[in-house]
């Protein structure tokens, strides 16, 4: 069974950071070998994709929203995908998820074969 378990939300003030964390265990999972992504969902809204990162690391990819503002970083040696959100704004305020899927579509939530159970983040004005 793969487990995928978010930390690191919290409230903060607009203009602030937040650093999130998703650790990824299951014996039969290897978490170098999957995609990974963030999505969001925010109250009265759909989910929507936040950002996504290759099995290598190497490939990035974000929403317009989160461009220049968000960066998404793995480390595979851990387990562990990161959401870095600075300059944060109210309109970020939503439960993040981190997914992990085996193909390469990153913006594509119904891709993902894994997900959390979601972070809540926050961001006051």
């Known amino acids: 069974q793969v487990q995928l378990v978010e930390s690191g939300g919290g409230l903060v003030q607009a203009g602030g950071s937040l650093r999130l964390s998703c650790g990824a265990s299951?014996?039969?999972?290897?978490?170098?070998?999957?995609?990974m992504g963030w999505f969001r969902r925010a109250p009265g809204k759909e989910r929507e994709f936040v950002a996504g990162i290759s099995w290598t690391g190497l490939g990035t990819y974000y929403a317009d929203s989160v461009k220049d503002r968000f960066t998404i970083s793995r480390d595979n040696a851990k387990n562990t995908v990161y959401l870095q959100m600075n300059s944060l704004k109210p309109e970020d305020t939503a439960v993040y998820y981190c997914a992990a899927q085996s193909n390469i579509y990153y913006n594509i939530a119904a891709k993902y074969h894994y997900w959390g159970q979601g972070t809540q983040v926050t961001v006051s004005s």
């Open positions: 299951g014996r039969a999972f290897t978490f170098s070998s999957n995609a």
